[in-house]
Structures are given as structure tokens and as C-alpha cells.
């Protein structure tokens, strides 16, 4: 048994030490913690950039939180409706994002940014799909706005892409369907 770990050892060993050899990665991922998306979100990265993606950098309400910050705190619109609590917790996923993806620009070379919401989000709390969807369209593209801004020339080489991880029958992870946002803007 021992020697048969040995030969599996050395017949990897070529890839991972490759692999151990480089910080290189095609893409950076910002997500919800919502356990029901991941496996879904995972494996639509994993078929786009095999074995290639840095951790996901996951937090509760996904590119939904990013946009409280990047709306309410940066281009404030009415200060009395924002809650103190959420601002506080938006800046600092906002900060954190944007530490993560000048570390994943410089020193992995990313080439793709992905940003998702997904339906039914304890983030949003919106309870009509339709209304909630064309919310979170409009706080990824603001995300991506800002974060292309924020971050010249970081990002000037990485292509954004904006989903909706929309899992409206939620029966399996390959049930949700990964809708695209497009942007005017690349
Ligand atoms: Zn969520």
C-alpha cells in the first residue's frame, strides 16, 4: 500500500509541482455564502477555467452587498434611509474585495472578473423574483462600474463578467441557470 501511494505520489508530482511553481490564475470570483449556489457556481467556473480560478472570495449578499457601499456610501442618494449596521459590514466586504483583487491582478495575473447575485437572496429580502433580478442587475453593473474606476489601471486588462445564478426551481445544482448581464461597457 505504501508503495503504491509512492508511484501515485511521483506520477502527480510533474502537474503539482507546476502548479506549485506558479501564481498564476485565469479568474477571481465574487459570490454569495449561500450554501444552495455554490456547487452550481463552482462547477460553471470550473468548466470555463479548469483548475485555474483563485478561492472564491464569498460573502453574504454576494455583488448585492458591494452595491450598498458602492451607492449608499460612495454616491449617497438619501442618507436616512441607509442602515448603519449594513453600511459598516458593505464597506468593509467592499475594502476586502478590493484588497483580494489587487493581490489576484498583481501577483496571480488574472484575466476575468466574475460577480454574482443569485435569486431568492437573504441579502435582498426582495420576494417577487422579477423585481429582485432587475435589482441585482442594476448593483452588478454598478459594482463593476465602480471597481473598474476604483481600480485603474488594476484592472484595465481583466474582463468583467456579470450573473444572476438563478436557481428558481432550486430541484439540483445543475437546475440553476447562470444568466448573463450584459454591459454597454466591457
Ligand atoms: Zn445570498
Known sequence: MKGR????????????????NSH????????????????AIHQFIQAKHPGSFDSFL???????ILAYATTNLINP???QTVDAVKISRATRALVTTIDAL?????????QHLYLFCHTNCGGYRIPKRYCEMQ????????????????????????????????GHSMQHPDSV???KIVSSKP
Open 5 to 20: 501511494n509512492v508511484i501515485v505520489s511521483e506520477a502527480v508530482l510533474p502537474v503539482a509541482r507546476e502548479r506549485m
Open 24 to 39: 498564476s490564475s485565469d479568474a477571481f470570483v465574487v459570490s454569495c455564502i449561500d450554501p444552495r449556489f455554490h456547487a
Open 58 to 64: 464569498s460573502i453574504p449578499g454576494g455583488a448585492g
Open 77 to 79: 442618494r438619501d442618507s
Open 102 to 110: 489587487e493581490v489576484a491582478s498583481t501577483l496571480h495575473n488574472i
Open 135 to 166: 435589482q441585482q442587475k442594476r448593483d452588478l453593473l454598478s459594482v463593476k462600474d465602480f471597481l473598474q474606476e476604483a481600480m485603474t489601471p488594476y484592472l484595465d486588462a481583466v474582463t468583467p463578467h456579470l450573473y444572476i445564478a438563478d
Open 177 to 179: 441557470v447562470m444568466r
